[in-house]
């Protein structure tokens, strides 16, 4: 019996100089990306990891003293605080932010008027200046700003949004959602966007209305969409320090001993041991 899938035919040698050739330019076209990308992502990353296993000297130079720092690490009273508080803050970031984006772009993609208005609008927190978000939102978290004015009408006490270490870190969280929830909304929306309109037309003849559109059509459709949105946020969350930076102050974090930072940024009158700790940046609420 005649086997269903023959064997390709030999390439000849022009083929393969002309494959050759074509994988070459485009190695070529490459090249500039490829340089840039080791540069400034892989390269920072090996260095990372060849300065913790360093004791940084600026004067004498570096001395070569394995997992000492590591070891310090791990005894530091900080250490596995600021690994629960940086779960915490992942769990909070998925609980508040992690659906909003998806709720925005699905709206948006429903609307029958002011699409484009409302895709400029979700838009707009990202291209605020990082300077500027973090005033307007440290001026909406005073003790006697805005939000606790609201509150005051329903006669409700003001809530101490940064300084309450039950509230800080959702306040932070809050914060962090509006700035960024536009951004991936439009990912969502372009994934939205891309599934063949006859699914809704059909669905529609049929009297679907829109939340079983949504049901049967939309959320399958952009089901991997949701799985790479969850392991980027994941990412951005463990990654975050700037927010908790810029809204609670390096004085504040270090006197109050709600945050710690990395040695990097943190004046620590522990010298030598913030010297060989380079790598640290974690934040840690008590």
């Not at 409302?118 to 973090?134: E, G, K, S, T």
């Amino acid at each position: 019996m005649k086997s269903a899938y023959s064997a390709s035919p030999p390439l000849t040698a022009g083929k393969v100089r002309s494959k050759s050739k074509l994988y070459f330019w485009g190695l070529v076209f490459l090249l500039p990306e490829i340089v840039i990308f080791c540069v400034f992502l892989w390269k920072p990353i090996v260095m990372g990891i060849y300065y913790s296993l360093h004791d940084i000297n600026f004067v004498k130079g570096n001395t070569f003293v394995g997992l000492q720092n590591y070891i310090e690490m791990i005894r530091d009273d900080s250490f596995f605080t600021a690994i629960r508080n940086t779960l915490w803050f992942i769990f909070l970031g998925l609980a508040i932010g992690y659906w909003v984006p998806a709720v925005a772009a699905i709206a948006i993609s429903e609307l029958r008027r002011f699409k484009s208005t409302a895709r400029l609008i979700v838009y707009l927190p990202n291209i605020v200046p990082a300077v500027a978000l973090y005033g307007v939102w440290k001026w909406l978290f005073e003790p006697i700003g805005p939000l606790n004015n609201f509150l005051s009408v329903f006669g409700l006490d003001p809530v101490m949004w940064l300084t309450d270490k039950s509230m800080s870190m959702f306040s932070i969280v809050l914060m962090n959602t509006w700035h960024h929830f536009g951004a991936t909304a439009l990912i969502y929306l372009a994934a939205v966007m891309s599934i063949p309109k006859d699914l809704y037309e059909a669905a529609e003849i049929d009297g679907a209305g829109v939340f079983q559109r949504i049901r049967y059509i939309t959320l399958p459709s952009i089901r991997m969409i949701f799985v790479l949105m969850l392991i980027m946020q994941l990412i951005s969350n463990s990654q975050s320090y700037e927010p908790q930076l810029a809204m609670t102050g390096a004085d504040r974090m270090r006197r109050q001993r709600r945050i710690c930072c990395s040695s990097s940024t943190m004046p620590s009158n522990r010298s030598r041991s913030a010297r060989r700790r380079p790598w640290a940046s974690c934040c840690s609420w008590r």
